[in-house]
């Protein structure tokens, strides 16, 4: 499932192909990744749209249309592929696509999903997409209470200090909660524990001021390592040009468990924490708060 990283790498590469570019033609193959507007009415609505802008929020990526259209809000979820390419499959060829959208200045934009679990949902203009057409679609569960962008500059030490403070959740679930702090998912938060050398099962509350400013510290450079890197192609995630990412065989903790951690050899081990599973190193992260003895591990 693409998370903060691939959503990026997803957005800065689409947004060099269409940002000033208009749909000529849009086909809808299979309408059930559209929320609450019929494939005929979007298709009419967006024939010759102009892409104004690309971004994104938390995992969402965010298609921005001149003249006041609503936004498309996408979410990929586990095998959402969208991008653009010179050509694209006849209806009928490809059974998993999804979307093809002429671009006037040639090529196509696709939407590709095996499980058919993305979603399109629109974003009428103004704050959080209220505004004047406040209500005319149905927005994502959740989107109006998504956290802090988990790279944007809301997100800082002290917000998250707040938001885990007195919180008896394990800190992998809270990393995982995206109205804390939004675009983690399984991969960056076992990562992001690892580097900070952090449990999993450590409750949030529990945690001192310098680990969180750890953590913290460490979510920022995973991201933007990871945005460099392209992202983490695990299994199906592609970018914008249909490319993997590079950043799987640089994965610390994530599906490593049983092979030895590189930072001190010992077998990494993995739990289950609210029906997710998080790797960590048992030497590394301890579970008790024992300061920078965390750190030291005194036994060999
Ligand atoms: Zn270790």
């Known amino acids: ?10 957005r800065r590469t689409l947004a060099t192909h269409l940002v000033g570019e208009r749909l000529e033609r849009v ?8 929320v609450g507007v019929a494939a005929d009415r979007f298709a009419r609505l967006y024939a010759g749209a102009r892409v104004e802008e690309l971004g994104r929020r938390g995992k969402y990526l965010i298609v ?14 586990m095998t959402g592929r969208l991008y653009v390419r010179e050509t694209a499959p006849e209806p009928g060829d490809d059974p998993h696509l999804h979307l093809r959208a002429r671009l006037a200045g040639g090529g196509w934009l696709l939407l590709r999903d095996v499980r058919k679990f993305a979603r399109l949902y629109l ?5 959080a997409g209220g505004g004047a057409e406040a209500g005319a679609f149905p ?6 209470r998504l956290g802090p962008d988990a790279l944007g500059d809301e997100l800082t030490p002290a917000r998250l200090e707040r938001a885990f403070a007195g919180r008896r959740a394990p800190v992998k679930a ?17 990562e992001a524990l690892w580097r900070a050398r ?37 299994s ?9 990412g590079g950043f799987a065989i640089r994965l610390q903790a994530y599906g490593r468990a049983g092979q030895p951690c590189r930072r001190c050899g010992s077998r990494l081990e993995s739990l289950r924490l609210g029906g997710r599973s998080a790797t960590f190193c048992p030497r590394c992260q301890r579970r008790a708060t024992t300061g920078d003895r965390v750190e030291r591990p005194r036994t060999r």
Do not use: C, K
């Open 123 to 127: 974003l009428a203009a103004g704050p």
């Open 1 to 10: 499932m693409p998370e903060l990283p691939e959503v990026e790498t997803i």
């Open 236 to 244: 199906d995630y592609l970018d914008g040009e249909g490319f993997p």
């Open 27 to 34: 086909e809808v193959l299979h309408p059930h990744f559209l």
């Open 174 to 190: 809270l990393l995982l909660d995206q109205r804390l702090l939004a675009g983690l998912g399984n991969i960056y938060s076992d």
């Open 64 to 77: 921005r249309f001149a003249a006041g259209l609503p936004a498309w809000l996408v979410h990929l979820r």
């Open 198 to 234: 952090l449990h999993p099962a450590r409750a949030g509350g529990s945690l001192r001021p310098a680990e969180i400013r750890r953590l913290w510290a460490a979510i920022r450079s995973l991201l933007e390592e990871a945005i460099d890197w392209r992202g983490t192609t695990f």
């Open 139 to 144: 927005l994502p569960p959740g989107w109006l």
